[in-house]
């Protein structure tokens, strides 16, 4: 490839991915350059009238989705949703697809979502929780050594499946899994601080949603951002802290040794359901984690490091890392001294539909032939969405 340097566009696509973040920045460059030209060549050649894929998540897709701008191919990305049997239609985690979802539809979603047992259909469940726990890592610890060994023959070395995975796998990697993360206690040390307190639900690890949903690129390492923001406000807020269902046994157990030792800082365990935690909190920060809408439902203040696809009215704050502790504190009582109507809530399910398509996605890492079923329902999420393009909500 040439010696040209690096955009800046490319210099983002670079800090955004994973696997070439990992890697010096020439070699970052020519993996990058290398699969542009490659969807240039496939898209010249195939001349799709539309790609469908997943949401953007690595470099790879991110390419995809720039030669499908500059050839004025539609593309679109999909991902699943919490609202279980939609998906979502997006590139970067904005709200894409748009449609107008009926009264009866809107009032199904209210059923569903105020239901005190729901739970998305992608989370643990939580009578498994420490089996969860040990097979994340160990599958882990397995596609380290599976890739290691794929890379002694030099033709695997180029093969960005293979490779990317490698990387991943290694920056994961840890002697054993953390169970013992969380304060037993911690109803008992909430009500005892008289301070307003934070809940900070950890998202997934490694994961599009923080490395290509937020705007600002300086906010992907989400460890260290949220270390040195909990920190700086750490005498003045308390902060309660919850694991990923998912995350725990894969992410890196240091990050609950940092958060420790930050006083006014409490860690939730793992398998505590949400709505009891929401029962004991003042107000929500995350990235554009789930929870946040779900605190929004329940009339809870919401803090956003970026503009999720959920977030619409008065309940929600998108705010940086040098939000000030007043400026919190303001937002939090100017929410809490209203109480959350039934229209709002209806109002804030119909703006999130509006953003999903109905039908549920099988993503996996294997490649299998779907069933009549799932054919026929891939079919209809396709035929949707090429509806409501065509004419729009």
Known sequence: MD???????????????????????????????????????????????????????????????????????PFFGLVTS????????????????????????????????????????FLAQRSQHRKVVFKAWMKNWARFFYC?????????????????????????????????IDDEDWIQKLESSSLSSVFVPLQFVPE????????????IMQDDVLVDFIGMRAKQLQFVVKEHPNAQGLRLPRLYDRLK????????????PVQQVMRHIDSILTWTGTVGFQGALQGKPVFNFCKAYYVEGRFFKVIDVSETVEAMRAHIERV???????????????????????????????????TKDEETRYRDIGAEIMKIERTGP
Not at 64 to 71: G, I, M, P, R, V
Not at 101 to 120: F, H, M
Not at 208 to 219: G, R
Not at 261 to 272: A, D, G, M, S
Request: charge should be neutral; hydrophobic fraction near 35%; proline fraction near 5%.
């Open 208 to 219: 599009a949603t923080i490395d290509y949903w937020s705007e600002d690129v300086n906010l």
């Open 148 to 180: 290691s060994g794929k890379m002694i023959l030099p033709k695997n070395r180029e093969r960005n499946h293979i490779v990317g995975a490698f990387h991943t796998s290694r920056s994961n990697l840890h002697l054993w899994p953390r169970l013992d």
């Open 82 to 121: 919490f609202i279980n049997g939609y998906c979502r239609v997006t590139r970067y985690g904005e709200i894409g697809t748009a449609r107008n979802p009926s009264a009866n539809e809107v009032a199904a979603g209210y059923e569903l979502l105020t239901d005190i047992d729901y739970q998305p259909a």
């Open 3 to 73: 010696a040209l340097p690096a955009s800046h566009l490319e210099k983002e696509w670079i800090a955004r991915c994973r696997f070439l973040r990992g890697l010096p920045e020439e070699k970052a460059l020519t993996y990058l350059r290398s699969m542009r030209k490659a969807w240039d060549e496939l898209l010249d050649h195939y001349r799709p009238v539309a790609v469908f894929s997943e949401a953007i998540d690595s470099y790879v897709i991110s390419t995809l989705e720039n030669s499908c701008s500059a050839k004025s191919v």
């Open 261 to 272: 030792k930050i006083e006014n800082v409490v860690l939730v365990p793992t398998t505590t």
């Open 336 to 370: 809490s001294s209203q109480t959350i109507s039934k229209d709002e809530q209806l109002r804030l399910i119909a703006y999130t539909l509006s953003g999903l398509v109905p039908g549920a996605l099988r993503f996996g890492h294997q490649f299998s032939k779907p």
